[in-house]
């Protein structure tokens, strides 16, 4: 009976053990700031980002003088395509659970942990009417030059119309698309998001595998 007791606390104290660290690790790669002199400028082109508290997206004007989105995500992909929509929201995430958890009861063990591991990615891809700015749909100021890049480097992972798949969002409004890269721990959807927002030259952490992660760089209050 010792012998099983030890036994089943080591089961439980390493994987407590790990998620700590892990927590830990998130925490402090975060708090390290990539473009650390970035300052909000006053004029400029609005973009949000936004979280559900574990997923981040960015969310840009759907149609502007630098990029019409409808040419690489139409709105006939949509169930719901005839709204007049104003913006786009863009994230990235592990295929599996995007597909296969519409909600946070779907999720299972398994899926984790074949999203911890590694698995194939989409992207999804939501139509907004006039979002309103909230804590959870927080409004940035970037530059011109800043949103050039911040195009390009979403572009890049965007797969062709001829090349890709694409699934049935969870509403009318949004719908995934194939996209490049794999999905792991070291490499996951919030990080993708400041990875974008970085290479844009815009204020970010350094590793942002959380939500809260993306987040504290944007002020919820401006």
């Known amino acids: 009976m010792k012998r099983a007791a030890k036994w089943a606390a080591w089961a439980l104290a390493v994987p407590a053990t790990l998620i700590t660290l892990f927590l830990l690790a998130a925490w402090i790669g975060s708090a390290i700031p990539r473009n650390p002199d970035w300052i909000e400028p006053d004029r400029g082109v609005e ?47 592990e295929r599996e659970v995007f597909l296969n958890t519409p909600t946070w009861g779907d999720i299972t063990l398994s899926t984790i942990a074949g999203a911890v591991v590694g698995g194939d990615s989409l992207l999804h ?28 480097t979403i572009e890049r992972q965007v797969v062709t119309s001829q090349g890709r798949e694409t699934y049935p969002g969870y509403f009318g409004n949004d719908v995934f698309y194939d996209a490049p890269g794999t999905y792991h721990i070291g490499n996951t959807c919030n990080q993708w998001t400041s990875d974008v927002l970085a290479a844009a030259g815009i204020r970010t952490g350094l590793w942002t595998p959380l939500a809260g992660g993306v987040m504290r760089w944007v002020p919820a209050d401006r």
């Open 47 to 93: 973009i949000m980002i936004e979280t559900n508290g574990v997923h981040t997206a960015i969310v840009m004007p759907l149609v502007s003088p630098m990029k019409d989105w409808r040419s690489d995500f139409p709105t006939h992909d949509l169930r719901d395509p005839y709204r007049p929509y104003t913006h786009v929201s863009v994230s990235w995430g």
């Open 125 to 152: 891809v939501a139509h907004y009417v006039r979002p309103a700015p909230g804590e959870d749909l927080r409004p940035l100021l970037i530059t011109e030059a800043q949103y050039a890049k911040l195009v390009t």
